[in-house]
């Protein structure tokens, strides 16, 4: 077969298969949002508490429970999850939640920990508090940080949610998987290149946004106020 009549036979194949596209892209997106919100919940409250802590063994912990789902193969975690919470969308969601926490959480902490800790010192000298030191001078230094990692776990997210057909999860990868079963490449194309353009373009709009972050000026968000009062 030629590549023209291919291509023609492809077209074909997914403007038929259009709904099931559609749904199934709608699904991987909530599937992979979801899992990424999730871990944006957990993972950059604690990276800013680590970063504020003087706890070595609290960050040798943390850092070391989150490495350790990086460890675990995908494969391996859905498998030890089924027994827990059975098959479908809720324990492949858990699953990418859990690989979503260590980049999320190593940049928080490397944003955080960016900050000149003589600029904090002054602050504190001021009377700015804990909580006005991180709202007003760590949290606009370490933005772009937090807004790298949570472009780099998107698109990873993404990736990975095709995996979440295997425990009847949804997404893109019911068509991948369904295409290997019934040996369909055409089928196989259309939900690898799906997730493709899904990844590209979450890396494209959060890449603009990462870009607007840097041309902030951190400390232009301080207070003006000349007596702050000190935070608990």
């Given at each position: 077969m030629s590549d023209k009549?291919?291509?023609?036979?492809?077209?074909?194949?997914?403007?038929?298969r259009l709904p099931d596209l559609w749904a199934a892209t709608v699904e991987h997106l909530w599937i992979s949002a979801l899992?990424?919100?999730?871990?944006?919940?957990?993972?950059?409250?604690?990276?800013?508490?680590?970063?504020?802590?003087?706890?070595r063994y609290l960050k040798s912990i943390t850092f070391g429970v989150a490495n350790l789902f990086q460890t675990i193969p995908s494969l391996a975690l859905l498998a030890l999850l089924i027994p827990l919470m059975g098959i479908g969308m809720k324990p492949a969601i858990f699953a990418l939640f859990l690989y979503a926490l260590l980049p999320l959480l190593r940049n928080t902490y490397a944003g955080m920990e960016s900050a000149d800790r003589s600029i904090l010192e002054a602050a504190k000298g001021m009377g700015y508090g804990p909580?006005?030191?991180?709202?007003?001078?760590?949290?606009p230094i370490a933005l772009p940080y937090i807004i790298s990692g949570i472009r780099v776990t998107?698109?990873?997210?993404?990736?990975?949610?095709?995996?979440a057909s295997l425990i009847g999860g949804g997404g893109l990868g019911v068509l991948i998987f369904s295409g290997l079963g019934v040996n369909k490449d055409e089928l196989i194309f259309l939900g690898a290149f799906?997730?493709?353009?899904l990844a590209l373009l979450a890396d494209f709009v959060l890449g603009q946004v990462e870009k607007w972050s840097t041309r902030k000026k951190p400390l232009a968000a301080a207070p003006t106020s000349t007596s702050p009062s000190a935070a608990a």
């Open positions: 009549s291919w291509w023609s036979g492809f077209t074909e194949f997914a403007a038929a899992a990424v919100f999730l871990g944006c919940l957990v993972a950059i409250p604690v990276g800013i508490l680590l970063a504020n802590s003087s706890n909580l006005q030191r991180i709202m007003f001078i760590q949290l998107t698109v990873y997210i993404i990736s990975w949610t095709t995996l799906a997730a493709i353009v």
